[in-house]
């Protein structure tokens, strides 16, 4: 078996668990979303998400670049240096605490003044309770990317996916049943924060899967400042171009409109899970073979994962892009299907990001963080730019338009920086003729201008499409080898007889 196979192996085992808790994450996330949409105003729920959105700044700003640079240096070091493994996690730990300390109490000072720029005096209450669960989510966020580094799942799935999902859904649920005004929300978000924290401390000192402890190395941490600034300063630039819409929808238009822009925009996000689920052991088992100058198994292993991961991704865009209208409807109920269109451009923008890979992920691992923080901030300012320009007229389609363009341009720029500095690109022919088939037939079903009044009905019709894809996936022969080895993988993993499967695709190979 060659080295891409078994790193698509590692990949792809690990892509089943973070997806399974990806989408208990969502599915719990969602529920919490639809249920504050649902019992307050929609100007409430703006609110909400106005204040998410702060401290999600917030967030990326305290962790100083860590959740994307620990994955790859705890794998450099324990190829190189095993030794300092330990202290490494000790250090960005420690850093990370002062960080977030600093960021919660400024934001807590300044929440006047944010409230001012969106014209909502209820941001203020909001952010001030709000802002006392950054210190709980930086430091959560930061030793599960540590685990990363190491090649595991465990912890992101059991506590950032399960734990703080359920407990913040259970508290939205209790208040909401007890009556509580909307101002409870933000207190549950922290406790739910707090308790993920506190269960993830406890389960990793019981694992011993590195010692949680008070030390700190100036050169390790020297080091790891330098690597992670641009990659802090591509997080805020990259967390500016996804959520400008959102701050400059509060701005221009108001909190309710905000409210109903933000109907479609988590929905759109479901988009990459595939690609974030695999990305999240892609990073410290790329790193690995970089490590060793193995660039053409990394080119391998990248192309086969994209494909994976758009043919996958199908079904998911298929029904945003074709039934806009139904999805918003089935989760967050008629009064937010206005919003249909901008859940379908934004669809596309995500899409786009989707079909040519981990292609960022892939820059941070060969060490090309200057380079990312150059791209965001051109795409960043590309965003500010059209949202500007768009927003005042058009109001959130304006926005969804704003954040595709600046997002497909962004990506179009990391890929070929990528493709500059090491030749990786996710275009095998295999994959193109999937993703012409794909266009045809999307092409269309569009054209057919087919409406449902209900998620139920498009059912039917997307096993149809997804029928004839699958047909036409194998008889223009767009299998290649790792993926009849990685079917082999899972059958025997599972314990069944995969024949039937196993037959069809060879003879399509």
Do not use: C
Not at 16 to 44: N, P, Q
Not at 87 to 105: C, M
Not at 288 to 295: E, P
Request: charged fraction near 15%; charge should be positive; hydrophobic fraction near 55%.
């Amino acid at each position: 078996m060659s080295e891409a196979s078994q790193a698509l192996h590692k990949i792809a085992r690990g892509t089943g668990i973070i997806f399974a808790g990806t989408v208990i994450s969502m599915f719990f996330g969602f529920l919490s979303r639809a249920i504050i949409a649902r019992e307050f105003s929609k100007a409430e729920y703006g609110v909400f998400n106005l204040a998410l959105t702060v401290l999600s700044i917030g967030l990326v700003i305290a962790t100083l670049g860590f959740q994307n640079a620990l994955p790859r240096e705890v794998a450099f070091y324990r190829e190189k240096e095993p030794g300092k493994v330990g202290r490494l996690i000790s250090t960005a730990i420690a850093i990370t605490a002062v960080s977030a300390v600093t960021t919660a109490l400024l934001i807590f000072f300044l929440a006047g003044d944010i409230s001012l720029i969106f014209r909502e005096e209820r941001l203020v209450s909001a952010l001030r309770v709000i802002v006392l669960a950054l210190p709980f989510s930086a430091l959560t966020a930061v030793i599960i990317s540590a685990s990363r580094g190491f090649g595991r799942v465990r912890e992101q799935v059991y506590f950032q996916n399960m734990v703080y999902s359920t407990v913040f859904l259970v508290l939205v649920a209790a208040g909401v049943a007890m009556g509580l005004p909307f101002g409870y929300v933000f207190f549950a978000y922290v406790a739910a924060q707090a308790v993920t924290l506190t269960a993830l401390g406890a389960d990793v000192r019981k694992s011993r899967l590195f010692t949680l402890r008070a030390s700190f190395d100036l050169r390790i941490g020297r080091e790891l400042v330098v690597f992670s600034l641009p990659l802090l300063f591509s997080g805020i630039l990259a967390f500016i171009m996804n959520w400008t819409d959102t701050l400059m929808l509060g701005y221009y238009k108001g909190s309710e409109v905000v409210g109903l822009y933000n109907s479609a925009a988590p929905i759109a996000r479901l988009i990459p899970i595939f690609l974030n689920s695999a990305g999240f052991l892609y990073a410290p088992i790329a790193a690995g073979l970089y490590a060793q100058g193995k660039v053409e198994e990394m080119g391998r292993t990248y192309q086969i994962l994209t494909k994976w991961v758009f043919m996958l991704t199908l079904p998911i865009f298929s029904v945003m892009f074709l039934f806009p209208e139904a999805t918003i409807g089935f989760f967050f109920g008629s009064k937010y299907v206005p919003a249909a269109s901008a859940l379908q451009i934004l669809a596309l923008g995500f899409m786009f990001h989707t079909f040519l890979g981990l292609n960022g992920l892939s820059l941070v691992v060969i060490g090309e963080s200057k380079f990312i923080m150059l791209f965001n901030l051109i795409s960043a300012m590309f965003n500010l730019l059209l949202n500007t320009l768009l927003i005042p007229v058009y109001g959130f389609e304006g926005a969804a338009v704003a954040t595709v363009i600046s997002y497909s341009t962004g990506n179009i720029l990391v890929s070929s920086r990528l493709y500059q500095k090491t030749k990786i690109h996710p275009f095998s022919w295999n994959y193109v003729k999937p993703l012409a088939i794909s266009f045809i037939l999307l092409g269309i079903i569009k054209g057919l201008n087919l409406k449902v009044p209900s998620i139920w009905y498009a059912v039917p019709i997307l096993v149809a499409f997804l029928g004839v894809y699958t047909l036409l996936v194998l008889l223009s022969r767009s299998i290649d080898k790792e993926d009849v080895e990685l079917l082999l993988a899972v059958e025997k993993r599972l314990g069944v007889d995969l024949g039937i499967i196993k037959r069809v695709l060879r003879r399509f190979v």
